[in-house]
């Protein structure tokens, strides 16, 4: 599965994006689908995952009450709804994809490029 990553940008702090990840290759339903993100300097982080058929999910601590992770496998689109936004956020964000097996999935095979958030102060 091809995955493409798009709606990153510059917000203000306590601002929202949407970000996409558009699926494309195989069937999307047969992925789980999650959010990694890498901030300069760090290491890349999990955000948030969805499984295959978008009825459970998974969130880091700082996204909990946050962020909203979501998927119409129709669309062949996952995506992460991202309220109250905090400089901290500021990230390359990837979205990647798993194919069937335990949930949560202890690792992603297929990943996107990044699209660059950036939330100032």
């Known amino acids: 599965v091809q995955l493409q990553a798009s709606g990153g940008g510059l917000v203000q702090a306590g601002g929202s994006l949407r970000l996409s990840c558009a699926a494309s290759?195989?069937?999307?339903?047969?992925?789980?689908v999650a959010w990694f993100r890498q901030a300069p300097g760090k290491e890349r982080e999990f955000v948030a995952a969805?499984?295959?058929?978008?009825?459970?999910?998974y969130y880091v601590d700082s996204a909990k009450g946050r962020f909203i992770i979501s998927r119409d496998n129709a669309e062949n689109t996952a995506y992460l709804q991202m309220n109250s936004l905090e400089p901290e956020d500021t990230a390359v964000y990837y979205c990647?994809?798993?194919?069937?097996?335990?949930?949560?999935?202890?690792?992603?095979?297929?990943w996107g490029q990044g699209t660059l958030v950036t939330v100032s102060s």
């Open positions: 290759g195989r069937t999307f339903g047969d992925y789980a």
């Open positions: 969805i499984n295959w058929g978008g009825s459970k999910t």
């Open positions: 990647a994809a798993e194919g069937w097996g335990g949930w949560p999935p202890l690792k992603f095979t297929y």
